[in-house]
């Protein structure tokens, strides 16, 4: 079965950073590109970011460019997004998702989601 | 920016034909896919490619395209199908979503 597991999420201050953890299984990990998907509450999904199979091509939002950072470690079969300058408006439930299109930019599945809160 | 357009709600009666519409400019030349998101989950995709339906969504979901509009129909509703549901696509910035359109089974 193929599943995506999302951690790290929390409340941090605005100003902070955080590091965003999305652990694969069930497929081939490495043969997929991998996006970034948040949702603030009660709104609608935005695309933050992805990445390909081994890391070497990168694209971002224009609202998180220069702040975040996708990476990924094949062996550890992890995605990661490490956020810094948080604002206020960084605030959302952040999901990972498969691209089963090799890039082609379409999401199935999704994980579970994990809530980052950015707040004094 | 790119947006597509959908409409906030849309509501039927269980048994009845449910369509929701998502308009873009590059729909014609982009395909289009649709996920269906219920309270506290995370989204699912229900049509991919336009018109193509994965293995375990129920054959009365489907999709269709007319210039820069494309449809999710969802034929005889059933009260679990209350959700919301988005549209998605490419542009050269990425990918957009539309905003979201909740169905309401009556």
């Known amino acids: 079965e193929v599943q995506l597991v999302e951690s790290g999420g929390g409340l941090v201050q605005p100003g902070g950073s955080l590091r965003l953890s999305c652990a694969a299984s069930g497929f081939t990990f490495s043969s997929h590109w991998m996006h970034w998907v948040r949702q603030v509450p009660g709104k609608g999904l935005v695309w933050v970011s992805r990445?390909?199979?081994?890391?070497?091509?990168?694209r971002y939002a224009d609202s998180v460019k220069g702040r975040f950072t996708i990476s990924r470690d094949n062996a550890k079969n992890t995605l990661y997004l490490q956020m810094n300058s948080l604002r206020a408006e960084d605030t959302a439930v952040y999901y990972c998702?498969?691209?089963?299109?090799?890039?082609?930019?379409?999401?199935?599945?999704w994980g579970q989601g994990t809530l980052v809160t950015v707040s004094s | 920016s790119y947006e597509l357009t959908q409409p906030p709600s849309v509501s039927v009666s269980p048994g009845q034909t449910a369509r929701i519409t998502c308009s873009g400019d590059t729909l014609p030349k982009q395909y289009a896919y649709w996920y269906q998101q219920k309270p506290g989950q995370a989204p699912v995709m229900v049509i991919y490619k336009d018109s193509e339906r994965p293995s375990g969504i129920p054959e009365r979901f489907s999709a269709s395209s007319s210039g820069t509009t494309v449809t999710l129909t969802i034929s005889g509703v059933q009260a679990e199908d209350e959700a919301d549901y988005y549209c998605q696509s490419t542009d050269s910035s990425g990918p957009v979503f539309g905003g979201g359109t909740k169905l309401t089974v009556l």
């Open positions: 998702a498969r691209d089963p299109g090799s890039g082609s930019s379409w999401f199935d599945p």
């Open positions: 990445i390909n199979g081994d890391g070497s091509s990168i």
